[in-house]
């Protein structure tokens, strides 16, 4: 698991759960507890603000605990609570960013045969890198080569279209192999620094 995960695929005992949705303190406590800091890091990522992605984990627990009776185990608790999370930060992005496609340079949406631009970034590089996309560009790339949302998922999101997922997954992509590659030039990193940081598994 890469140090860049969210780490958010924590299975929760059915004896916790079934306590949590009888609204059980100490049970709904284990709940927040395990999944803080997995909400925290990923809200980060969508954001890119850390007092945004505070109070996007803090909005998305509240909504957990207010809903938590709804859940009825037909998927992983984590996956039902991590869009719980994403919601979150997508409504987040369109209420302060009107949630725009931001301009991002022409590119071919035909994958090419190099190794996707992360394989061979360090984490540091990759931070940087990420910070400089437009904000709904990387939480499309982040859900797809993360989270492993299809386009399908990442278009009922978002509102958009799944075209409009692949087109950003695709032109991000580009941009982010741009921004790897002029870091690279400019900050070489050793052997020991490289770390694979995403996977490209669809």
């Avoid at 860049?4 to 759960?17: C, E, H, K, S, Y």
């Avoid at 996956?79 to 719980?84: N, Q, V």
């Avoid at 278009?155 to 192999?177: D, P």
Wanted: hydrophobic residues 45%; neutral net charge; charged residues 25%.
């Amino acid at each position: 698991m890469s140090v860049t995960d969210t780490n958010f695929r924590i299975d929760v005992p059915a004896t916790v759960l079934a306590r949590a949705r009888r609204g059980e303190m100490s049970a709904l406590e284990a709940l927040y507890r395990l999944f803080e800091r997995p909400a925290y890091t990923l809200a980060l990522r969508l954001l890119g603000q850390p007092e945004a992605a505070r109070e996007v984990m803090h909005d998305a627990m509240l909504r957990m605990l207010e809903r938590i009776g709804q859940f009825r185990s037909d998927a992983p608790f984590w996956s039902w609570l991590r869009r719980i999370l994403v919601n979150e930060a997508l409504m987040k992005l369109r209420r302060e960013r009107g949630l725009t496609c931001e301009p991002l340079p022409e590119a071919d949406d035909t994958p090419g045969s190099s190794p996707a631009p992360w394989l061979l970034a360090d984490t540091q590089a990759l931070e940087a890198a990420l910070a400089r996309l437009p904000a709904l560009t990387r939480s499309v790339l982040w859900l797809y080569h993360v989270e492993q949302y299809t386009h399908a998922e990442i278009a009922e999101l978002t509102g958009k279209s799944a075209s409009f997922s692949k087109s950003q997954v695709a032109r991000g992509t580009q941009r982010l192999r741009e921004l790897l590659t002029a870091g690279a030039t400019a900050h070489a990193p050793t052997t020991a620094e490289v770390t694979p940081c995403l996977s490209a598994t669809h």
